[in-house]
């Protein structure tokens, strides 16, 4: 099956500081990717929807300066945390979906980054 | 999309089947059911999903209610790697680039 891979997939920062994550569809186009966060022990929220070419739609209560997203090519999404803070630390997920082309209605997901803020 | 409503947890023993009911009393015709998992620390899978008929794939098996008020996932040999959280998310498919909506989903623990 198509394949989603995340980088880095653990990071510690310090607070103040910026972190990038990438996501990437390795087997797969794709013009859409979600960008979702995940508490311990909570489900995964949509943070924002990012589109190739075009600015990134984000969900209600989602600093869209704070999390910057970029989505430059056909098989890369990137989320910036700006100034992190110890309330960032969390589980961050992106996931694709492979397309009409591929005759299929799932989405693929990546492993996660853990961030954690110092 | 519709809400789910599912239980926070079960148990289930190695081998037997584990069946993983889903409420969702206000799903409209075109909404579809699926179904999603989540290993510890991993992201999430796509198990299976349907409109009205059953389904069943290499994974699991969907059974729908004939008023789609609710649903069931099988497990029909539970094993210890499918101890995860299990997600029911309802629908439209407008196509493939349609968000999801994640619930609390159902703790299963498979135990020995």
């Known amino acids: 099956g198509a394949v989603v891979s995340q980088h880095p997939s653990w990071v510690i920062c310090k607070s103040g500081t910026s972190v990038k994550i990438e996501c990437r569809s390795l087997d797969f186009q794709a013009t859409t990717m979600f960008w979702y966060r995940q508490f311990p022990k909570q489900s995964l929220m949509l943070m924002a929807t990012s589109n190739e070419g075009s600015k990134a739609t984000y969900e209600q209560g989602v600093e869209k300066d704070k999390f910057l997203i970029n989505h430059a090519s056909l098989t890369l999404s990137t989320l910036t945390v700006t100034s992190a803070h110890p309330e960032d630390s969390s589980f961050y997920i992106c996931?694709?979906?492979?397309?009409?082309?591929?005759?299929?209605?799932?989405?693929?997901f990546g492993p996660g980054t853990r961030l954690t803020v110092t | 999309d519709a809400k789910t409503t599912q239980p926070p947890s079960m148990d289930c023993a190695e081998g037997r089947a584990a069946n993983l009911p889903c409420n969702h009393s206000t799903i409209s015709g075109n909404e579809y059911v699926y179904w999603y998992r989540q290993i510890h620390s991993q992201g999430p899978q796509y198990i299976i999903h349907g409109l009205k008929n059953n389904e069943t794939n290499e994974m699991a098996s969907l059974i729908i209610t004939e008023d789609r008020k609710s649903s069931t996932l099988i497990l029909p040999h539970a094993t210890l790697r499918d101890t995860a959280v299990y997600y029911c998310i309802v629908r439209v498919d407008t196509g493939t680039a349609s968000k999801l909506t994640f619930g609390t989903g159902t703790r299963l623990q498979v135990t020995l």
């Open positions: 996931s694709a979906p492979p397309g009409l082309a591929a005759k299929t209605y799932e989405q693929y």
